[in-house]
């Protein structure tokens, strides 16, 4: 797992040797970081889905007119586009010398599917139990109080459809047929990026809607192996394998409280059964100004989509920005309008000041202009805490962190190495793969390393 080292931590702005209160001045931007990635937990949607996926697919044809060159006759024949063009740019010399007709076929299929591929038919089927959105959420008290955005736990039209992987699969298969296209290219990651092109295309025309049963929450699972497990689970053909994974390393919720999707009251408390969590406080509402810095966190979503590789799915991104402006909504609360990237899979996360305290949560976003991004400002979210009957809080085990933060910060390695051990030693676990409530957080675990592996 990812980490940085200890002598990377910047310094806190606080005195040496003193005892400092948490929160009661700004953090350098390496503490913040390991704060907010203690705080923020993985949120996995789990429900029924209706879907359309295209069950058959087929080359597009158009008519072709060719001349016989001895002859001068003509003749028009209905061919594959893709192969019309081939001969077109081969007769005109705009073929590479040595470039095979597959490979040259792949390549603008890649670049477009949609315009050499058509959709014959779609199967209506249903998909039980399966997870179909991916968002994050803060975690506001040690028991297991978990705050998020009302649309990652409700019904809707899932953002990144279900990949029908045999479907796909024997579409592949039927295009290197030698009455299609013919082989792949050799090259193995000119293959990837074919399959990833023509996968999103066949997203792209899948309908699905989504029923609501259960939030499943991933508790920063410590485990070495996550990578290689989620690597495993993406490469079977079977659909319901990366079901079962994330199932596996998630534990159930209850939603105490839920407003409506965006542009509504987008918030929901959540809780699970849990103990001795590092949690997050929550900001002042009063104290903040439109031009105040604020930092943006969650898991990104949809991994596979992304290009990335699949354990990056579940480390938590930081997104540092500022308060624009608010924006009055029209359920009567003003949301924050905001600098920081807000992308798929970062909904829900906790928008932290320069003082590690939630001032909203990440909402809404345009990946093509920073300028539309959108966070719930904390008074909805205490509003929605009160309507569950919630008090969040901040424990012992948030308190030593950053202690243990400060203390390192400060390179007093040895006192930062007792403040992260009381809360692994709270947290009840030291070792092993288990993500049920009160093993030890990774990112503990992972600064207990380097400090231990350092010999400071």
Same mark, same amino acid.
């Given at each position: 797992?990812?980490?940085?080292?200890?002598?990377?931590?910047s310094v806190l702005l606080?005195?040496?040797?003193?005892?400092?209160?948490?929160?009661?001045?700004?953090?350098?931007?390496?503490? %913040?970081?390991?704060?907010?990635?203690?705080?923020?937990?993985?949120?996995?949607?789990?429900?029924?889905?209706?879907?359309?996926?295209?069950?058959?697919?087929?080359?597009?044809?158009?008519?072709?007119?060719?001349?016989?060159?001895?002859?001068?006759?003509?003749?028009?024949?209905?061919?594959?586009?893709?192969?019309?063009?081939?001969?077109?740019?081969?007769? =005109?010399?705009?073929?590479?010398?040595?470039?095979?007709?597959?490979?040259?076929?792949?390549?603008?299929?890649?670049?477009?599917?949609?315009?050499?591929?058509?959709?014959?038919?779609?199967?209506?089927?249903? %998909?039980?139990?399966?997870?179909?959105? *991916?968002?994050?959420?803060?975690?506001?008290?040690?028991?297991?109080?978990?705050?998020t955005n009302a649309h990652?736990?409700?019904?809707?039209?899932?953002?990144?459809?279900?990949?029908? /992987?045999?479907?796909?699969?024997?579409?592949?298969?039927?295009? *290197?047929?030698?009455?299609?296209?013919?082989? +792949?290219?050799?090259?193995?990651?000119?293959?990837?990026?074919?399959?990833?092109?023509? +996968?999103?295309?066949?997203?792209?025309?899948?309908? *699905?809607?989504?029923?609501?049963?259960?939030?499943?929450?991933?508790? =920063?699972?410590?485990?070495?192996?996550?990578?290689?497990?989620?690597?495993?689970?993406?490469?079977?053909? #079977?659909?319901?394998?990366?079901?079962?994974?994330?199932?596996? /390393?998630?534990?159930?919720?209850?939603? +105490?409280?839920?407003?409506?999707?965006?542009?509504?009251?987008?918030?929901?408390?959540?809780?699970?059964?849990?103990?001795?969590? /590092?949690? %997050?406080?929550?900001?002042?509402?009063?104290?903040?100004?439109?031009?105040?810095?604020?930092?943006?966190?969650?898991?990104?979503?949809?991994?596979?989509?992304?290009?990335?590789?699949?354990? #990056?799915?579940?480390?938590?991104?930081?997104?540092?920005?500022?308060?624009?402006?608010?924006?009055?909504?029209?359920?009567?609360?003003?949301?924050?309008?905001?600098?920081?990237?807000?992308?798929?899979? =970062?909904?829900?996360?906790?928008? +932290?000041?320069?003082?590690?305290?939630?001032?909203?949560?990440?909402?809404?976003?345009?990946?093509?202009?920073?300028? *539309?991004?959108?966070?719930?400002?904390?008074?909805?979210?205490?509003?929605?805490?009160?309507?569950?009957?919630?008090?969040?809080?901040?424990?012992?085990?948030?308190?030593?962190? /950053?202690?243990? %933060?400060?203390?390192?910060?400060?390179?007093?390695?040895s006192s930062a190495l007792?403040?992260?051990?009381?809360?692994?030693?709270?947290?009840?676990?030291?070792?092993?793969?288990?993500?049920?409530?009160?093993?030890?957080?990774?990112?503990?675990?992972?600064?207990?390393?380097?400090?231990?592996?350092?010999?400071?």
């Amino acid at each position: 797992m990812r980490r940085t080292t200890v002598g990377a931590l910047s310094v806190l702005l606080l005195a040496v040797g003193c005892a400092p209160k948490p929160f009661s001045q700004p953090l350098d931007s390496a503490s %913040l970081a390991s704060l907010g990635e203690a705080g923020t937990v993985k949120v996995f949607a789990v429900g029924d889905i209706d879907a359309s996926p295209p069950s058959q697919v087929g080359l597009q044809t158009a008519p072709y007119t060719s001349t016989d060159p001895l002859t001068n006759n003509t003749s028009t024949v209905n061919s594959y586009i893709c192969y019309n063009e081939y001969y077109t740019a081969y007769k =005109n010399g705009d073929v590479p010398n040595g470039t095979k007709a597959s490979d040259y076929q792949w390549d603008e299929i890649a670049k477009d599917p949609g315009k050499y591929l058509r959709i014959d038919s779609t199967e209506d089927k249903v %998909l039980n139990d399966t997870v179909a959105f *991916e968002g994050s959420g803060a975690v506001v008290s040690p028991d297991g109080l978990i705050v998020t955005n009302a649309h990652v736990v409700s019904d809707g039209s899932p953002a990144d459809p279900t990949p029908d /992987i045999p479907m796909f699969t024997s579409l592949i298969t039927y295009l *290197e047929g030698p009455t299609k296209i013919g082989p +792949l290219p050799d090259d193995p990651q000119v293959v990837d990026s074919i399959k990833l092109s023509i +996968l999103r295309w066949l997203l792209e025309n899948t309908k *699905e809607n989504f029923v609501f049963k259960e939030a499943r929450i991933y508790l =920063n699972d410590q485990s070495d192996t996550i990578d290689q497990r989620m690597k495993e689970a993406s490469s079977n053909t #079977d659909p319901a394998a990366m079901d079962a994974f994330f199932k596996s /390393i998630s534990v159930p919720s209850t939603i +105490l409280e839920k407003g409506d999707p965006w542009p509504g009251d987008d918030v929901a408390v959540l809780k699970v059964e849990a103990k001795n969590l /590092i949690s %997050l406080p929550l900001a002042d509402s009063s104290t903040i100004e439109t031009g105040q810095t604020i930092n943006c966190f969650g898991y990104p979503g949809a991994a596979i989509m992304s290009g990335m590789e699949a354990g #990056d799915e579940f480390r938590t991104i930081f997104k540092p920005g500022s308060i624009g402006q608010t924006m009055p909504m029209q359920s009567g609360f003003n949301a924050y309008n905001i600098s920081a990237d807000i992308n798929h899979g =970062n909904s829900g996360g906790p928008v +932290l000041n320069q003082y590690g305290q939630i001032i909203g949560l990440g909402t809404a976003g345009n990946p093509s202009d920073n300028g *539309e991004n959108y966070a719930v400002p904390v008074s909805l979210v205490k509003k929605y805490l009160d309507k569950a009957n919630s008090v969040p809080s901040v424990g012992d085990e948030t308190n030593s962190w /950053i202690g243990g %933060l400060g203390d390192l910060a400060t390179h007093h390695s040895s006192s930062a190495l007792q403040q992260f051990q009381k809360v692994a030693d709270a947290q009840g676990a030291t070792s092993g793969e288990s993500v049920m409530p009160g093993t030890v957080n990774r990112w503990v675990v992972e600064l207990i390393h380097n400090i231990q592996s350092s010999g400071k």
